[in-house]
């Protein structure tokens, strides 16, 4: 890969610490669900739930991996992702309490908005370099996103 215009290393996700009352509703809420859609002979709904619903209880409790983020003559990179200057249209930096995010607009259909982690990076040096390269426009977290934030990853 081509060398890095900046660099810095951030979480790739803010850990919220969960409770164990949080595994408990997690997984009576799945069963609840279970129990509603076996009644409805939805086998197949059922069976995701259940899926989904073991996944969230294991990744509950992962940490979060220091990974590199940088922009390149490429591209964006976020740790072994390359996202190419070509596919992406606008970014949008957002502060919320002690977390700094950088949103970037993706023209890929299958992932609209990417969400980067700033870690301690200066917000005005990264500001500086993206407005040379993107357009700035008011983005926002995907229903997916928010989601993810409600269940506490």
Known sequence: MSEYYLEWEAPN???????TDWYWSLGLLGLIIIGFSLWLKNYLFSFLILIGTFTLLLNGGRRPELIKHGFNQQGIVVGEHLYPWPTLESYWIETRGHEVKLFIHSNKSWQPVVDIALGQMNVEVINNFLEKKLKKEHLQ????????HLLGF
């Open 13 to 19: 996700f803010n850990h919220r610490e969960k409770t």
């Open 141 to 148: 977290e995907t229903p997916a996103m928010k989601i993810a």
